[in-house]
């Protein structure tokens, strides 16, 4: 059971637009720590995706965008691509600790 | 260009002990607070623990509080974490990363080295 609440699939036909939730409480992203998102490729280390609720790291393309709300953030990935394929997870603190969604398995249709 | 290695995985029974390191390299090693990230065989992330740019600061997941320490060498450009008192349970891939900001984001990771504890 994880502190960060992601749906553990999600599924989209290339071109479309599909968002990740993350679900959090007043002690992570309530209490004012940044999300983060991460991108796992099969077999590969996490690559850092979104910091700080929205922003892209060079080399991430602007079909990525994070937002955050209250308690809660999301990933959106517009104009999907088969090569977006992959695990993704968010994260933020959480009384000082490290948290982690459960992470979230994108297929592409 | 930034890289962390990690290396010291491998099959250790339950009860026993192992010290994971991770090399790094390509930037100023002692601006960043260094972190240990696990996950276990097909499931997601574990954040295990955190240690500031100095050590002033260390942070423990509670599932390892207790057993497990971090440390690091900024001389050496090392970070460690010693594995006591090892369960089933703690069979996983283990990631390095750096993070610029205490509680920020992990921009770079290691490639992992696998600890399986198991008799």
């Known amino acids: 059971q994880s502190v960060l609440t992601q749906p553990p699939s999600v599924s989209g036909a290339p071109g479309q637009r599909v968002t990740i939730s993350c679900t959090g409480s007043s002690s992570n992203i309530g209490a004012g720590y940044d999300v983060h998102w991460y991108q796992q490729l099969p077999g590969t280390a996490p690559k850092l995706l979104i910091y700080g609720n929205s922003n892209r790291p060079s080399g991430v393309p602007d079909r990525f965008s994070g937002s955050k709300s209250g308690t809660s953030a999301s990933l959106a990935i517009t104009g999907l691509q088969a090569e977006d394929e992959a695990d993704y997870y968010c994260q933020s603190y959480d009384s000082s600790l490290g948290v982690f969604g459960g992470g979230t398995k994108l297929t592409v249709l | 260009e930034v890289q962390l290695v990690e290396s010291g995985g491998g099959l250790v029974k339950p009860g026993g002990s192992l010290r994971l390191s991770c090399a790094a390299s390509?930037?100023?090693?002692?601006?960043?607070?260094m972190n240990w990230v696990r996950q276990a065989p097909g499931k997601g992330l574990e954040w295990v623990s955190s240690?500031?740019?100095?050590?002033?600061?260390?942070y423990y997941a509670d599932s390892v509080k207790g057993r497990f320490t971090i440390s690091r060498d900024n001389a050496k450009n090392s970070l460690y974490l010693q594995m006591n008192s090892l369960r089933a349970e703690d069979t996983a891939v283990y990631y390095c990363?750096?993070?610029?900001?205490?509680?920020?984001?992990?921009?770079?990771w290691g490639q992992g080295t696998l600890v399986t504890v198991s008799s």
């Open positions: 990363a750096r993070a610029f900001h205490w509680f920020g984001e992990f921009d770079y």
């Open positions: 390509g930037f100023t090693f002692s601006s960043y607070s």
């Open positions: 240690i500031s740019s100095s050590s002033s600061y260390i």
